[in-house]
């Protein structure tokens, strides 16, 4: 599979992320300053001798709420939002602390520069993301220090673990057909939670705690929130937002679950390897037809129109005998169809869409290099072997982006699990 960098994967995830809580701050960017200040100036926190101020976690709450998609700010949201904005903030210290270590540092010039194409990116620019930021309480040093935490983070654990994380193309492939098998299906706007078992043993309070979860968000607490909090997913860093997926993408005993929800609704526990998923859908869609641009080559034997039960049987004989030579897939079609003396049409490239009945339906039930079953049209009998396969649906993946996202997916819980572990061995004081 291609090599891989630490700028790239930085870029990949960090920059997605800073989209996004641009796109939320925009919103709604007033709403959180109408209301009572909740914390008194202080220390609300130390780190490893490293103080974490009562200002600091004002700004990261008002942050956060403002890119909650909260109708309503009460006394519950306020504390859920101060208490995920300190969890978050004692990451970040650990986060810097940690490339302090590495001697890894990104200047405030650096972080500008990032956030300044990613503002152009969304059509704005890094003035107006600042002006936005301090219309909610935030200063735009507040949001470098949280930018800089998440560039050096993904640097330090792509550089130290990138290199270990190994998708081959039989995972790839995998996720691909998941996901084709269920193109035809409805297509969800999922939210999900992730709660991880430490051990075997800790699995029931896992279940227990999910279920205590469950009950709070069904009674109005934010998921976003909630997510950022507890969920051990790498999605937790945008609210748990997986985006429009099919059910392929799921986990099996999460798919059979989500399958089964109306839009606006929250699952149960659902029990899965290694932990416990919470999801919401959000909405509901109609899937859009798949399209595929195919790479075909046919062998064929034509059948005179009129001819008997019998002379059909002898042109799917010879069709069999070519297919049992096939070798090597398109590379061997000639040499096969001569074994059984038929003809061979190459159709180079060609849309799925314009394959008659019933060739489309047999080319694209095809992986790459492999041959149909035999089948009969009113011209004769058939076997088509495809050659190469590119999918062009907008809602399918390409193997490259599935291969992308595979690895992220792997890296980030390496992240959370090398996080988890420092913040174990760290002096945190909260007063």
């Not at 849309?351 to 035999?374: M, W, Y």
Request: charged fraction near 25%; glycine fraction near 6%.
């Amino acid at each position: 599979m291609k090599p891989r960098t630490i700028s790239a994967y930085a870029g990949r995830v960090a920059l997605g992320a800073v989209l996004a809580m641009s796109c939320a701050i925009s919103l709604a960017p007033r709403q959180v300053m109408a209301q009572e200040r909740p914390l008194s100036e202080g220390v609300a926190a130390i780190v490893n001798d490293q103080p974490i101020t009562r200002l600091d976690v004002r700004q990261r709450v008002q942050f956060l709420i403002a890119t909650s998609g909260a109708q309503q700010i009460t006394p519950e949201l306020l504390q859920r939002a101060t208490s995920a904005a300190l969890n978050n903030l004692i990451d970040e210290r650990l986060q810097l602390q940690e490339a302090a270590k590495f001697k890894l540092d990104v200047p405030d010039r650096e972080v500008d520069r990032i956030l300044t194409n990613q503002a152009r990116q969304n059509g704005s620019t890094l003035e107006n993301f600042f002006r936005d930021l301090a219309d909610i309480g935030v200063s735009a040093q507040s949001y470098r220090d949280k930018t800089r935490a998440e560039i050096v983070w993904q640097r330090i654990v792509s550089g130290r673990f990138g290199s270990r994380v190994r998708i081959n193309r039989d995972q790839v492939k995998a996720a691909l057909d998941r996901i084709l098998a269920n193109t035809n299906k409805p297509q969800y706007l999922i939210s999900e939670i992730f709660l991880e078992d430490e051990n075997v043993q800790s699995a029931p309070q896992t279940l227990e705690g999910a279920k205590t979860l469950v009950q709070q968000l069904r009674a109005g607490a934010p998921f976003q929130l909630v997510a950022q909090q507890y969920s051990f997913a790498p999605s937790a860093s945008t609210g748990g937002d997986m985006g429009w997926i099919t059910l392929g993408e799921l986990k099996t005993e999460v798919a059979g679950v989500v399958e089964q929800m109306a839009a606006g609704t929250i699952s149960e526990p659902i029990v899965v390897p290694g932990g416990v998923m919470i999801v919401s859908v959000r909405e509901k869609r109609d899937p859009s037809p798949p399209k595929a641009k195919l790479k075909l080559r046919e062998m064929t034997r034509k059948v005179p129109a009129g001819s008997d039960e019998a002379t059909w049987r002898r042109a799917e004989q010879a069709a069999r005998t070519s297919r049992d030579a096939l070798r090597n897939g398109c590379d061997g079609v000639s040499r096969a169809a001569q074994r059984g003396g038929l003809d061979v049409i190459d159709y180079g490239e060609i849309e799925d869409a314009d394959l008659g009945e019933p060739f489309r339906t047999q080319a694209l039930g095809l992986s790459n290099g492999q041959a149909s079953a035999i089948f009969r049209s009113d011209a004769g009998v058939h076997v088509m072997v495809l050659c190469d396969r590119e999918n062009t649906g907008s809602d399918i993946p390409t193997l490259e982006q599935l291969e992308d996202r595979l690895y992220d997916q792997e890296l980030s819980l390496i992240a959370r699990r090398y996080l988890r572990d420092i913040r174990r061995e760290a002096a945190i004081i909260q007063p």
